[in-house]
T-cell receptor
Framework: AQKITQTQPGMFVQEKEAVTLDCTYDTSDPSYGLFWYKQPSSGEMIFLIYQGSYDQQNATEGRYSLNFQKARKSANLVISASQLGDSAMYFC???????????FGSGTKLNVKP | GAVVSQHPSRVICKSGTSVKIECRSLDFQATTMFWYRQFPKKSLMLMATSNEGSKATYEQGVEKDKFLINHASLTLSTLTVTSAHPEDSSFYIC???????????FGQGTRLTVV
């Protein structure tokens, strides 16, 4: 069975500082994908970043980077230079290749302080 | 990019009534749609996978007779909450896979309140 764990229910960060959101996962399947989504209060799911299990390099997308440590089964999201608009729920998720259905973590509520 | 339109965005219904939620893929064909449920301040839980032209696959613990899923065409999947009760109040969201492994298109979600 697949499992995603996010141990930080809530986080605060000062505007313009960097923040790391933790995510660990568990699967016995060697082929998987790891995602981070942002969910503002409106409820929409906004794709941030993706890391494939066979990718050698950590994924980056603008201010977002994914710290992928395969041996430790962790996929932490790093947001650099936080902005007020980054305040939202953040979900780590996993898919098995060719399935495209997500297993989500419990989420982290990020609050960016001015 | 591809869009999945979910309707209604909010619905309030009385206990005992049924509510239908629609998910349409607007510019692509979706042979598969996934339905998720999200309790307040909680994670999204996969409820079922709908497949065009065949029966939906439900996750363990999800009542098939309570949550009826129909995937009548390549662009429309519906979730009907039958005989709704207050504990069915939740946020329901659908998603459809794209062509690439990184692609998933989410609907806007439906906030259901049963009174």
């Amino acid at each position: 069975a697949q499992k995603i764990t996010q141990t930080q229910p809530g986080m605060f960060v000062q505007e313009k500082e960097a923040v790391t959101l933790d995510c660990t996962y568990d699967t016995s399947d060697p082929s998987y994908g790891l995602f981070w989504y942002k969910q503002p209060s409106s409820g929409e799911m906004i794709f941030l970043i993706y890391q494939g299990s066979y990718d050698q390099q950590n994924a980056t997308e603008g201010r977002y980077s994914l710290n992928f440590q395969k041996a430790r089964k962790s996929a932490n999201l790093v947001i650099s230079a936080s902005q007020l608009g980054d305040s939202a729920m953040y979900f780590c998720a996993m898919t098995l290749y060719n399935f495209n259905k997500f297993y989500f973590g419990s989420g982290t509520k990020l609050n960016v302080k001015p | 990019g591809a869009v999945v339109s979910q309707h209604p965005s909010r619905v309030i219904c009385k206990s005992g009534t049924s509510v239908k939620i629609e998910c349409r893929s607007l510019d692509f064909q979706a042979t598969t749609m996934f339905w998720y449920r999200q309790f307040p301040k909680k994670s999204l839980m996969l409820m079922a996978t709908s497949n065009e032209g065949s029966k939906a696959t439900y996750e363990q613990g999800v009542e098939k007779d309570k949550f009826l899923i129909n995937h009548a065409s390549l662009t429309l999947s519906t979730l009907t909450v039958t005989s709704a009760h207050p504990e069915d109040s939740s946020f329901y969201i659908c998603s459809a896979p794209g062509g690439a492994v990184t692609e998933a298109f989410f609907g806007q979600g439906t906030r259901l309140t049963v009174v």
